[in-house]
Nanobody, 128 residues
Framework: EVLVAESGGGSVQAGGSLRLSCATSGFTYVDDWSVAWFRQAPGKEREGISCISRPDGRTYLADSVQGRFAISTDNAKRTVYLQMNSLKPEDTAVYSC????????????????????WGQGTQVTVSS
């Protein structure tokens, strides 16, 4: 079973930065997977904002975070990072990490149905 756990959320002022971490374990094939970040703001639908996959190295960033966020991975630590810069109040949400046992899941905008394993979520609050 794939295990997923997020960390790194918190409260920052607008313009600040945070780095979220998604620790994973248990992929069927250690070099064939996708990991995505979703967020859900109060009263809004869950939004897929980024994903990364191996072995193809594909990445995706939604227009809403393009140029401010970056996704990366430390393969040795089996951890995926979401570096969030120039944060805005509208970035306030619960951020969740999700994983799939296939690199095919990361082909564009992450969709909930593509990912089988989810973390508990971490709160990010950006104040103006």
């Amino acid at each position: 079973e794939v295990l997923v756990a997020e960390s790194g959320g918190g409260s920052v002022q607008a313009g600040g930065s945070l780095r979220l971490s998604c620790a994973t374990s248990g992929f069927t094939y250690v070099d064939d997977w996708s990991v995505a970040w979703f967020r859900q703001a109060p009263g809004k639908e869950r939004e897929g904002i980024s994903c990364i996959s191996r072995p193809d190295g594909r990445t995706y960033l939604a227009d809403s975070v393009q140029g401010r966020f970056a996704i990366s991975t430390d393969n040795a630590k089996r951890t995926v990072y979401l570096q969030m810069n120039s944060l805005k109040p509208e970035d306030t949400a619960v951020y969740s990490c999700a994983a799939a046992n296939s690199h095919y899941a990361c082909t564009g905008v992450p969709a909930v149905y593509q990912y089988d394993y989810w973390g508990q979520g971490t709160q990010v609050t950006v104040s103006s």
